[in-house]
């Protein structure tokens, strides 16, 4: 019986999607503790593409039971499009998703004013999707939740009295158009019936699928260094996907959880704004981007790119615990005569002993690197770790060494049969 958490150990797309595909295999249930719609995991079968915002990449195995849990924020239109998507391929999900009934529903306001925040001087760089509004909302306990789409009269009670406050700001504050009050009663009402089906008491599920043996994975959406505790604030996300989130976004308890499953690019990318030491914004990043595809899955934004930062990942490696880790997208640096790896900072000349989170001081510092040879040939066959050329090798034993993680697999291309998994 193991409880794994997995998490993404640098600024987000890592390639959790296809690592909780691949390991999905070896669990009962999947759950999403955190984040919301502002998360694309991405996974391809043969020549099929799935991209899940809000399910849990787990969905596309028969035997699995896919949670979405309270830490999630749920837009309940992006939910059931996901859904349609599924039930239209074939893939039948009846009584093996479940939603829980504290998770909070993102509401028209919050995308709305995810945006008019966002056209304003505090521009992060965010996904638009309305995940800060929403979580706002949760924090000053006004949210909305999924179990009050079940109670139509609590229901249209709840919009009406946010809603006064919400055009209120936008009348008054941003001197926008108000929304229209009974339009979003009524459309929010009609979400019942279809999501009826999915509501769950989650904490009690997990907890006494744990006590019956059932092994547990909680995926993780975004990154460590952009969780709004740790992270590189206020460039972060609202939520905590670093490993601790996993309790709190669940209901399962800290001292279940047997280990912490750390997802690694073999370089370092980064969406939206925020400081980020090791960005190459020369051809070598737009080579990263291009042969990576990094173009956000969401969004659709291009991905800035750099080199792998170890200093970085082992400060991830370290708040999240991480115990093993699956090294991403490894192909990508094939072409590459040389490669380097940030093995630590210096500010103002000094050596830095650790790694600073806080953002302006991120800012200033300058890498140091240390460069290593390229393998300069196509591993995307590999199938096994002693396939794979001394350079491929020894880079990895250095990364590994460097940020302080064991690896455990190896991913060398986007398919499922991409992928080198070590016997440990
Ligand atoms: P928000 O989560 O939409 O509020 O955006 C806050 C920050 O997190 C922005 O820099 C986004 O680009 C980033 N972000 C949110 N979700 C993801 C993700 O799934 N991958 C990478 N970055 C993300």
């Known amino acids: 019986m193991s409880v794994t958490v997995l998490v993404g150990s640098q600024w987000g797309d890592e390639g959790k999607g296809k690592v909780v595909d691949i390991l999905s295999e070896r669990y009962n249930i999947v759950v999403r503790y955190q984040g919301g719609a502002n998360a694309g995991h991405t996974i391809k079968i043969k020549d099929k593409q799935f991209i899940f915002h809000l399910i849990p990449s787990g969905i596309l195995h028969e035997n699995v039971t896919c949670v979405i849990g309270n830490g999630v924020v749920v837009d309940p239109r992006a939910l059931l499009d996901e859904i349609e998507l599924l039930q ?3 893939y039948d999900i009846e009584g093996r998703l479940l939603i829980s009934q504290n998770a909070h529903l993102i509401m028209p306001y919050h995308k709305l004013l995810d945006s008019i925040s966002e056209s304003g001087e505090n521009k992060i760089g965010t996904t638009g999707r309305g995940i800060g509004p929403c979580y706002i909302d949760k924090y000053a306990r006004k949210g909305i939740k999924i179990i009050d789409l079940l109670d139509k009269d609590e229901l249209a009670k709840k919009i009406r009295q946010n809603l006064k406050e919400k055009n209120n700001l936008l009348k008054n504050v941003y001197h926008r158009e108000e ?15 279809a999501i009826d089906p999915y509501v769950a008491d989650v904490p009690n599920f997990l907890n006494r699928s ?4 059932k092994s547990i994975l909680m995926e993780g959406a975004q990154g460590a260094l952009l969780d709004v505790d740790h992270g590189t604030y206020p460039y972060v996300t609202s939520s905590n996907p670093t490993s ?8 399962i308890p800290p001292t279940k959880i047997t280990d912490v499953f750390g997802i690694v690019k073999a370089y370092t990318t980064r969406v939206g704004l925020g400081p980020f030491p090791t960005e190459l914004t020369d051809e070598t990043g737009e080579r990263l981007r291009e042969i990576g595809a990094e173009f956000g899955a969401t969004t659709g934004r291009p991905r800035r790119c750099g080199w792998f930062d170890a200093f970085l990942v082992k400060y991830s490696a370290t708040i999240n615990g991480i115990s093993k880790a699956a090294i991403t997208k490894l192909d990508v640096l094939s072409e590459f005569d040389e490669i380097k790896v940030c093995v630590g ?8 002993n650790t790694f600073p989170s806080t953002a302006s001081i991120l800012e200033k510092v300058t890498p140091v690197y240390e460069t290593l040879p390229g393998w300069k040939q196509d591993i995307s066959k590999a199938r096994s770790y002693d396939e794979l050329p001394p350079e491929t090798k020894d880079y990895l034993k250095f990364i590994s060494e460097k940020a302080g993680f064991e690896i455990s697999i190896v991913s060398v291309g986007p398919r499922r049969s991409e992928t080198i998994i070590l016997d440990n």
């Open 88 to 90: 239209q391929n074939g």
């Open 179 to 193: 929304l229209d009050v009974e339009k979003i009663i009524e459309e929010y009402s009609a979400f019942d019936k």
């Open 210 to 213: 744990i006590n019956e043996g």
């Open 244 to 251: 601790g989130g996993a309790c709190t976004g669940t209901g």
């Open 345 to 352: 900072y210096e500010l103002n000349g000094k050596k830095l």
